[in-house]
């Protein structure tokens, strides 16, 4: 590291940019804890509103993000390992919900998922609606945050070296034992945190979510309609808590998927 | 033949495998050796199925594999870098392939005890592959092959990545194990002298074709052309112009070389073959020439000399004690001394 030998004028304007940019990161949120009192705080302790949302922000975000696996892995797996044309136009499409307007991805799921669409239409005898409910929210979560783990999910499979499966292969192992002994055990730290993306992702969903559903309200949302009929501060409360809830959580995901530490040898 | 390839062909980015045929006995060592980027590791990956031929055909025991998938072709292979699993122990490494295969628990302990204590690595079972040195992850590797008794065992460049005394410790063990299983084992390098050491037969890889096929001795004595004698790391390769009976001229230097049947277009003089002397000296050998030394390097156990007759350079191999007894150092005239039977014509 630089840091073991002398610095230089090029180390120190590294580190004030760096720094600007971490105090351009901290300083919003920090005014914004800061500005909300502690009796405010305690006051949202009991606002049961507050609370459903946030847990329906969660647990929405947790459904997504876990059917979002079950398709995004394979995919992942598959694009890490097979070279086939066409290839780098599905990388292409796999990123496309990160750049398109997350209003206009809510549109168009709507065309899809709505009220007409084929896909209500199967799903509804089985008692799904997608239109203001919270599945049709966790399909708005599902579409705007999947890149982030297809992404993880195949940069970790890509590390996993290709002799390994190989080896498998040749001791007697079928392609499904390899995934799951060899190449899955070995991707799943980038997987998880392509998980805790995803999940966090969806958290934070505004655009896509208000259009599929307003209500049931998901935090977002809330803090959004709050601050249009109550104004700031009554939002401000709920932005906090949902904010402190995340960083919790993801402090905690962060520490159990640290990478381990190498044993001395 | 116990594996048969015919006409295989394979190209993969800029590299081709043009059309290689190859026939590998029961129970023999083959090594194939050639320089880096001949496509051998790619050959290997063919024949245990790890990538199809673009075409051609690959037999084993007069059954046709070519599209049999890795894992019922039953072939190992061993690997430069090991591919040791990283997240498993030693022995849960070399029991992968029994419990893929679904053998009893109790069958599955035994045999990787045994396969362990053949290359004595009994007492780092419970160790995971990070912790180990290279000659005991080679160990490893070679346990977690053979645990499985696969017929052919494909070796990569297996010695590569180690020391070059630890090299030749586990050359003996590898010659021992394939003794001692009989498997089939066909083995690439780069390295020469792993290939002599090593192989029953030895295979010489240049750009993709198979140039010659035998055992060391023949390989040795009787290059099918300059190339390969060149890659053989054999020096004293000349163009020579045949001069009638019994003798040739390289580079205006005349050279006895016996009774040959013409034509031929290159001599080889095997380095070991040459007598240095301060001296002339009367002997049955017909080759005798005063030159002068132009360098000399160290090549392992000895001293390879170059000296200077007119316009030729001969690379001459002498031990240390020769060289300092010699008084060797660049300008010394010296006599070189060989028989003319030392003298091979290709």
Redesign the interface.
Known sequence: MFLETRPTVFHLILLLLGSLLLLFIIAPLARLMLATSSSELSGAFGDEELWSSIWLTLRAAGIATLIGSMFGIPLAYLLARARFPGRALVLGIIDLPIMIPHSAAGIALLAVIGRHSLAQKVSGPLGIQFVGEEAGIAVAMAFVSVPFLANAAREGFAAVPERLEKVARTLGATPSRVFFTISLPLAWRPILSGMVLMWARGISEFGAVIIIAYHPMTTPVLVFQRFNDYGLTYARVAAVVLILVCVVGFTILRFLTRPARREAK | MTLVLESIQKRMGSFTLPNLDLEVKEGEYLVLVGPSGVGKTVLL?II???LNPDSGNIFWRNRNVTSC???R?????M?Q?Y?L???LTVFQNIV??LN??GLPRIDVKERAISAAEMVNIVPFLERLP??LSGGEKQRVALA??LV?A?ELLLLDEPLSAVDMHLRRRLQRELKRIQEQTGTTFVHVTHNVDEALTLGHRIGVMLDGHLRQIGPPEEIFRKPTDREVARFLGMRNIFAVRVGGQGFCEANGVKIHVGERPVPYRHIWIRPEEIILSREAFESSARNQFRCVVEDWDYQDILVRVVVALENLRLSVMITYKSFDKLGIDRGVELMATFKSSAVHCF
């Open positions: 990956e245990a199925g790890l998938a890795p894992e072709r039953g072939f190992g292979i690997y870098d591919a699993f990283p997240h992968y392939g893929s295969r990070d912790e977690r092959a499985v696969p």
